[in-house]
């Protein structure tokens, strides 16, 4: 039971105009998500050496990229106020799995919390990641 991409992309909260920034892109990457983003934002994605203000940072995360918590602290740098951080992992019994709970420590020393997780395709697992908020202002 697959999921769609285009459903995947909806249930990211990615919106039509969203600029995204990818983080992380190798051809294991689940191509046809790539797509769909590009698809419904009609924007095609930056890369890292952007120096554009986000809305979404994706970031493809494998055991052995190396520091976490390091792409996380990253990511945040180019994300608008209100942006979030999708941070996509191989799903569990698949090459390269990162642990639920490597996933949460470096979060939590990122300064972010984790709000949901989602099955983006066959291969890959998303978490979304959003910055405390202290005052709870918008």
């Given at each position: 039971?697959?999921?769609?991409?285009?459903?995947?992309?909806?249930?990211?909260?990615?919106?039509?105009?969203?600029?995204?920034?990818?983080?992380?892109?190798?051809?294991?990457?689940?191509?046809?998500?790539?797509?769909?983003?590009?698809?419904?934002?009609?924007?095609?994605?930056?890369?890292?050496?952007?120096?554009?203000?986000?809305?979404?940072?994706?970031?493809?995360?494998?055991?052995?990229?190396?520091?976490?918590?390091?792409?996380?602290?990253?990511?945040?740098?180019?994300?608008?106020?209100?942006?979030?951080?999708?941070?996509?992992?191989?799903?569990?019994?698949?090459?390269?799995?990162?642990?639920?709970?490597?996933?949460?420590?470096?979060?939590?020393?990122?300064?972010?919390?984790?709000?949901?997780?989602?099955?983006?395709?066959?291969?890959?697992?998303?978490?979304?990641l959003v910055g405390r908020r202290s005052g709870g202002k918008r």
């Open positions: 039971m697959s999921q769609s991409p285009a459903g995947a992309v909806e249930r990211m909260g990615v919106r039509p105009g969203s600029i995204v920034m990818e983080i992380g892109y190798d051809d294991d990457c689940d191509e046809e998500l790539r797509d769909a983003i590009v698809d419904y934002t009609g924007e095609e994605m930056v890369d890292e050496d952007s120096d554009e203000v986000v809305d979404v940072v994706l970031i493809w995360f494998r055991e052995g990229d190396g520091d976490l918590t390091d792409a996380l602290v990253d990511a945040i740098a180019p994300l608008a106020d209100d942006g979030v951080i999708w941070l996509m992992t191989p799903k569990r019994g698949r090459a390269g799995y990162v642990e639920p709970s490597d996933v949460a420590e470096a979060a939590s020393v990122a300064g972010l919390s984790q709000t949901s997780i989602t099955t983006v395709s066959s291969e890959w697992s998303g978490a979304r």
